[in-house]
């Protein structure tokens, strides 16, 4: 795909033989590649992997600019579709790709669905005036974000954009309103991670979606991890509960 910020950001698709599909969906700003280690592991056990590219993601910030959260949905959904012809379809989602799988659950039948890092309530607070904030300010940048500790085989895949038009800022702040009322309309086998010194979600984020959705859903909390916790030091554990989740 032209434009993108690095190749590693483009969506992939791992086919499998087992029947179970994992649909893995990306963060606000974020983009396939920060699932790629995770979709390759998937993939190894046998299962097919789809990871689409959200709408305005993977390039720059000015891309973000226009797009909505029904485009985003309109990805998920139809990653969701693609892989409609498996027994098991898993969904899996990163920070707003978290909420995405909250909604999209709604729409279509899958299997389970895991959230890690999802945005109920954000550190910046701002996020939620940016309803309004859009009209005045065009474009916010993130502070000087540092990245996780991380192997080296990892180090490719941190990429990342410094900043984001309002607009989708208040795009996001929409998606999650959105899927906390959703959570509450689901029931299905549910798994929310949740890091406790997560540097851009509120921890209490974790325990408000566990509790919205309800009796089936468990919680995991991890101890050390950052907000993209696929690239810290308890990324074993995220696999091996999501693999738990989906037997």
């Not at 909505?68 to 139809?78: F, R, V």
Request: proline content about 6%; some cysteine; aromatic content about 8%.
């Amino acid at each position: 795909m032209s434009g993108l910020v690095d190749p590693l950001a483009a969506p992939f698709r791992y086919d499998g033989s087992t029947g179970t599909a994992f649909v893995l969906i990306h963060g606000f700003t974020g983009n396939p590649a920060h699932f790629r280690p995770l979709g390759r592991e998937l993939h190894d056990l046998g299962h097919t992997v789809n990871a689409p590219l959200l709408p305005g993601h993977g390039t720059d910030a000015a891309a973000l600019a226009g797009v909505t959260g029904d485009q985003w949905l309109g990805s998920t959904l139809d990653a969701v579709r693609e892989v409609g012809d498996h027994h098991r379809i898993h969904l899996v989602g990163l920070s707003m790709g978290g909420l995405l799988s909250i909604l999209a659950a709604r729409r279509q039948t899958v299997s389970s669905l895991t959230t890690i890092d999802a945005p109920i309530s954000f550190r910046r607070w701002r996020i939620h005036l940016a309803f309004l904030a859009r009209h005045f300010v065009e474009e916010v940048h993130w502070p000087e974000e540092e990245a996780p500790p991380m192997d080296d085989e990892m180090r490719p895949y941190w990429i990342h954009v410094p900043g984001f038009p309002t607009s989708a800022a208040a795009e996001l702040a929409r998606v999650s309103y959105r899927a906390r009322f959703a959570a509450r309309r689901l029931h299905i086998p549910s798994l929310v991670i949740q890091s406790k010194v997560d540097e851009t979600v509120r921890p209490r984020s974790g325990r408000l979606l566990a509790a919205a959705l309800g009796d089936r859903c468990r919680l995991l909390w991890l101890e050390d991890s950052m907000h993209n916790a696929l690239f810290d030091s308890e990324r074993d554990a995220v696999r091996d509960a999501i693999l738990e989740l989906a037997t």
